[in-house]
């Protein structure tokens, strides 16, 4: 009997999805739990697994479909499967025989965005896929293909461009204009046009929506960050051994000062909701990660309850899922307040923007030694650029710089943030 393979329960906040990848085809052999398919929304990627041994029956919704929650995708079988029972033909070449490719041969999305980062053409590149489909693993054999390719041109050109007797080590080449040379090429000057993923979508329409429908403005300031580098050179052996393994680094410090500062100032952690403004009582930070797929926001929750090492093991496990794009859609909803590090990129300064409905965001940066005044002396310390960015409608300026101030004073000063001072 078959069973319905559907799509999984969309949150409230996610109207559809689209079919990213099939990763088996109809006929192949599939164990309990295998990857199925991929379903990419506009925050994650969720996937499918098989629900026992068995293999898909058929496909009813093909990649780049858009599927709603819990719409029939395609039928599954259940049973052991042996290789004999793979499908194949015997009057022709099989469904994974090579077949050179075309501008019209299909390619998965995994695949298509292998080959647009290495500038490769559906014509370059042979399927393996069923009915010539190209795959993941198709670009990557062009790929490799391609890169010992030069070595192989060199060599050939050397032994018919040239007679035996100019093919003498130190020989200068023939001049340009004689018979033997090929005409010039210029640089070639290529386009590609490739869709938008929905998450990219979903992130410029937030953008827009930040810059359009709210007040932003942004207040910077700068922090000394050498007794927090001082702490962490001295504990961070002691606090690793302690915590299983867990680094001490500068992003829970961060978080830990945030928290207090937004104790002190609720206006800072509250968002807008129409004409009402809700203060909320508990402390929900986004930390903006890189993937794959562009920047996400998951969510520490109540970081005022959480250690610094819960906060560090937190964060290296969102990192770690980003990557992978195992992060669950409900791990990126909510949050009042965000931080975002462009400093691992090495931006020096910049200005954050908003995450709605969230009334601001803090931009950390790199840390640079500069030339500092202090106490009437140059001295050469370790200084980031913070920058606040925050709703004017509703957090005045005298409050987003006192806010800022209080992070900076914690941070310079790392004992206020266990004393709460």
Do not use: C
């Amino acid at each position: 009997m078959a069973i319905e393979i559907k799509a999984p329960q969309f949150p409230e906040s996610v109207a559809d999805g689209t079919i990213s990848v099939w990763h088996k085809q109809p006929g192949e052999a599939v164990s309990r739990d295998e990857l199925l398919v991929d379903i990419e929304t506009d925050k994650v990627v969720l996937e499918i697994v098989a629900p026992a041994d068995g293999k898909i029956s058929d496909i009813i919704k093909n990649e780049g479909d858009v599927v709603e929650s819990q719409e029939v995708i395609g039928h599954f079988v259940e049973g052991d499967i042996s290789e004999s029972e793979q499908p194949s033909t015997s009057e022709g070449a099989s469904v994974s025989s090579p077949i050179a490719g075309s501008a019209d041969t299909p390619m998965s999305p995994a695949a298509r965005k292998l080959a647009d980062e290495h500038n490769l053409s559906a014509e370059q590149i042979v399927g393996t896929g069923k009915g010539g489909r190209i795959t993941k693993e198709d670009v990557l054999s062009k790929t490799q293909e391609s890169s010992s390719a030069p070595v192989a041109k060199t060599e050939t050109k050397s032994e018919t461009s040239a007679p035996a007797e100019h093919s003498m080590p130190g020989m200068m080449p023939p001049m340009s204009g004689s018979s033997t040379d090929a005409p010039a090429q210029s640089g070639a000057r290529s386009e590609k046009r490739v869709p938008m993923t929905r998450l990219r979508k979903r992130i410029a329409e937030r953008l827009l929506d930040a810059k359009n429908n709210t007040a932003m403005l942004t207040t910077f300031n700068e922090v000394n960050m050498q007794p927090v580098m001082e702490l962490r050179k001295k504990y961070k052996d002691q606090f690793e051994k302690a915590h299983n393994g867990t680094r001490l680094g500068f992003m829970s410090f961060f978080v830990k000062a945030a928290t207090e500062a937004l104790r002190r100032h609720p206006e800072v952690n509250a968002s807008l909701d129409g004409d009402d403004v809700v203060y909320h009582g508990y402390y929900d930070i986004g930390v903006a990660v890189s993937s794959n797929r562009g920047l996400v926001v998951p969510i520490l929750r109540d970081t005022d309850l959480m250690s610094l090492a819960g906060v560090e093991s937190a964060i290296r496990d969102f990192g770690e899922r980003a990557q992978q794009g195992q992060l669950g859609i409900e791990e990126m909803q909510g949050g009042t307040f965000t931080i975002s590090n462009g400093g691992v990129f090495g931006s020096l300064m910049s200005t954050p923007i908003l995450n709605p409905p969230q009334t601001a965001i803090l931009g950390m940066h790199k840390i640079q030694e500069r030339p500092m005044a202090v106490n009437g002396e140059v001295k050469v310390l370790p200084m980031m650029y913070l920058a606040l960015s925050y709703d004017h409608r509703l957090i005045d300026g005298k409050e987003a710089v006192q806010f800022l101030v209080a992070i900076k004073d914690m941070l310079e000063d790392p004992a206020r943030i266990l004393l709460e001072l």
